[in-house]
C-alpha cells in the first residue's frame, strides 16, 4: 500500500522539457541534391543525360578561315576623368568671371558733361578710389591693412606705391572674401568698406 504524501513536505516541481521542433532548411534540399550528385570518395558519378536533350542540341558550325574575330570593346574609363576635370574647372572660371561681366554691363552708363561745366578730373568710380599708379598715404595705409590679412598680401612692405603685386594682393582679397562691387584689383568703395571692417 502506498505511504500518504507528507504535508508538510512539498512536492518536487515537475521538470518540463522543451519540445524540439525539426524543420526542414531550405538548404537541405540542396544538399540532398548534391549528395545524389556528387559522388562518395573512391565512386564514380554516373550521370546520363536524358535521350531527349541529344535530339535537341545542334553543334554550330566552325568558324571559317580569314573570318575576323569579333571586336573587343574598348574601355574609355580613362577618359572619363579628364574630362570630368576639365569641365569643372570651366565651370569654376565661368563662376568667377562671368558675374564680374555682368554687373559691369548692369552699370549705368555716365551721363554726358554739358559743354559749359568746367572739366574736371574726378575719379570715375568715386572719390577715395585706389588703383595701379596710385601712390600717397592712402596707399600706405591700404597695403597696412592688407598685412594683417593671412596669406592676402604675403611677403608685401608697408610702404611703396599700388604696384602689380599690391593689385593681386587687392584681387585675392576681393575674390576670396567675395567682393564684386569694384573691378578687380582696384580698391573702391566696396572693397574699401570690408577691408576696414576686417581690420578694425
Known sequence: MPTPPDPERPRPPRVVEPVRVLRARPTDALAELMRELMPEPGERAQITPPAEAEEDTEELPPVPAGYPAAPRPRRRRWAVAPALAAAALAGFGCAVLLPDRQESS???????????????????????????????????????RLLRIPDVFRDGSATGPYDAPLAEAVARFQLWYGIRGDETGVYGDDTRRDLESRTG
Not at 559743354?115 to 595705409?141: F, H, I, K
Open 106 to 144: 548692369e552699370r549705368p552708363a555716365p551721363s554726358p558733361v554739358p559743354a559749359t561745366a568746367p572739366a574736371t578730373t574726378a575719379d570715375p568710380d568715386g572719390p577715395g578710389t585706389l588703383r595701379q599708379g596710385d601712390s600717397g598715404p592712402a596707399v600706405t595705409e591700404l597695403r597696412r
